[in-house]
């Protein structure tokens, strides 16, 4: 089954309209949470990692938060340049397993 | 991508071919991965490695091998390519054993 889901799929934006997206789990005992931006034809670059509920990560316009069962990636006032697959990945705290969503693919339109 | 590089980054091969597939790192990082990237599938961990000559197996390794016979270099080896690997394939390194804290390039292998 589903380790990781992540949604929407697919997220258009206006300029400056701030937004959410998800990433959901039911791998049991979480050793951490990551969040990667990835642009077409590249590999991921790493944004956060998160490792116990409540915990809250920021960076420019993102703010990452965590709770049991999932995350949320907060993008406020994107710009253009914020236009990229943003991928979520969960780690168990048993075994070397990682399990990574599909991706959330957001287009940021000036 | 500075510190980790992939070769090559693309290649066509035939069914039933071996490939071989080099991930360099000079960052001096522990932790290496392989991963494979398809559409509807997300990423997906093929082996890692926790150090010289030590590896494992992840979600998907069947029809790969690894070997990792000094730090910076860890081989992902098709002994007989099949169509259903081709794929973007991801190295990453991390010095902790999280999720690959940083990602190659990417090699995208088409197998005919």
């Known amino acids: 089954e589903d380790q990781v889901t992540q949604s929407p799929e697919a997220l258009r934006l206006q300029e400056g309209e701030s937004s959410s997206l998800n990433c959901s789990y039911t791998v049991s005992g979480l050793r951490g949470l990551f969040w990667y931006r990835q642009d077409p034809g590249k590999g991921p670059e790493f944004l956060f990692t998160?490792?116990?509920a409540g915990e809250e990560k920021e960076k420019e316009r993102l703010k990452a938060t965590l709770t049991k069962k999932e995350s949320f990636l907060h993008i406020t006032a994107p710009k253009p340049e914020d236009s990229a697959t943003y991928l979520c990945?969960?780690?168990?705290?048993?075994?070397?397993?990682?399990?990574f969503g599909t991706g959330t693919s957001l287009t940021v339109i000036p | 991508d500075a510190g980790i590089t992939q070769s090559p980054r693309h290649k066509v091969t035939e069914t039933g071919t071996p490939v071989t597939l080099r991930c360099h790192q000079t960052?001096?990082?522990?932790?290496m991965y392989w991963y494979r990237q398809d559409p509807g599938h997300g990423l997906r961990l093929i082996h890692y490695s926790y150090g010289v000559k030590d590896t494992d197996k992840g979600e998907v390794s069947d029809g790969y091998s690894v070997s990792r016979s000094k730090t910076e270099d860890f081989l992902l080896t098709l002994e007989s390519a099949t169509s259903s690997q081709t794929s973007v394939y991801f190295c990453?390194?991390?010095?902790?054993?999280?999720?690959?804290?940083?990602f190659g390039p990417g090699t995208r292998l088409t197998v005919l």
């Open positions: 960052e001096n990082h522990r932790y």
């Open positions: 998160l490792y116990s």
């Open positions: 990453a390194i991390s010095e902790e054993g999280g999720a690959g804290g940083d």
């Open positions: 990945a969960v780690r168990q705290n048993t075994g070397n397993q990682f399990y």
